[in-house]
Each structure stands twice: as C-alpha cells, then as structure tokens.
C-alpha cells in the first residue's frame, strides 16, 4: 500500500476508476448479448431497439476512452448487420 498522501489518494482514484470502468464494460457485454439473443429469436422491432441501446453504449465507451473508438464502431456494425438480416430489404 502507498505511503504518502498524494499515492494513498491517486491509490483510492484508480480503485474508484476501475470500479467505474469494469461496470461500464460489462454495461457493454450485456447490451450486445441482449441484441444477440433478440436477433436469435427473430424479433426485428425488439432487435432494432436493442441495437439502439446497444450502440449508445458502445459509442460511449468508445468517446470516453474506454475502448478504443475504432472497436466500438466495428461491434456495433457487426450488430447492425445482424439486425439488418431480420428485416426484408
């Protein structure tokens, strides 16, 4: 453990921050399993509002530097593509 105040206080952020950071990721896992699983039933209208939600979150991460912006683009294709074969053209 840090001895001096500054470290003991930048000790307590980094806990704080990666509390925060590991919420927000699993935030991300669970919103793409969810469009997964709709796009997996066949439900295009709940698909489509999952994959709202989904890449809010991704885009999110992506700006706040929790994931690299590049990554949260590539899911949310990935999912918009899933989505993208539920409805007829």
Same mark, same amino acid.
């Given at each position: 453990?840090? /001895?001096?105040?500054?470290?003991? @206080? +930048?000790? %307590?952020?980094? +806990?704080?921050?990666? #509390?925060? /950071? ?11 399993? @969810? ?7 066949? /439900? ?8 709202? #939600? ?5 885009? @999110?991460a992506g700006s706040k530097g929790l994931i690299h912006p590049r990554t949260?683009? +590539? %899911?949310t294709s990935r999912l918009a593509k899933k989505v993208a074969k539920l409805?007829?053209?």
């Amino acid at each position: 453990m840090a /001895n001096h105040p500054s470290a003991i @206080k +930048r000790h %307590r952020q980094s +806990r704080k921050r990666r #509390e925060a /950071n590991q919420a927000a990721k699993a935030r991300i896992r669970t919103v793409a399993r @969810k469009v997964e699983s709709t796009t997996a039933t066949g /439900n295009a209208e709940q698909a489509k509002k999952d994959l709202y #939600e989904a890449s809010r979150a991704l885009a @999110k991460a992506g700006s706040k530097g929790l994931i690299h912006p590049r990554t949260a683009s +590539r %899911r949310t294709s990935r999912l918009a593509k899933k989505v993208a074969k539920l409805s007829p053209a």
